[in-house]
């Protein structure tokens, strides 16, 4: 009964990038189904590598060019590079409870059906209201 519902998520993603009237209507009301479905993908991952990625922001000191603009008096600047902080975003490997994990799926997937038999009557009815 699962692998119907992951069978979904292609049309309703392929709908969510369309912008016709109807395909905006679905759009509004499918949002948490995509969020779900982001999930799913993401915690899926998670169990097949044994591991999860978090998000790192570091500071990292990098050269930039910083040659001053041409002026009337200097039409001609010398090139000068400055060291300037930039902030980058990094995956960094995080270990995690795999039965953890496996249970949150099952939820995951359970709240999906749910809200797949939640939406489809506000979907038939932005089919109703938007006919293709």
Do not use: H, W
């Not at 369309?18 to 982001?38: F, K, M, R």
């Not at 910083?66 to 960094?92: H, I, K, W, Y």
């Amino acid at each position: 009964m699962q692998r119907p519902l992951f069978i979904l998520m292609p049309v309703l993603l392929t709908l969510a990038a369309c912008g016709t009237p109807q395909e905006q209507c679905i759009n509004s009301v499918a949002g948490n189904l995509y969020t779900i479905d982001g999930l799913i993908l993401q915690t899926q991952g998670n169990l097949q590598r044994g591991f999860a990625f978090t998000q790192v922001v570091r500071t990292v000191p990098q050269y930039q060019d910083c040659t001053p603009r041409a002026t009337s008096a200097n039409p001609d600047p010398r090139g000068e590079m400055c060291l300037v902080d930039s902030v980058q975003t990094f995956q960094r490997p995080v270990a995690i409870d795999l039965a953890a994990e496996q249970k949150k799926l099952d939820q995951l997937v359970v709240r999906r059906a749910e809200l797949v038999r939640a939406v489809a009557p506000a979907i038939a009815a932005c089919q109703a209201q938007y006919p293709q």
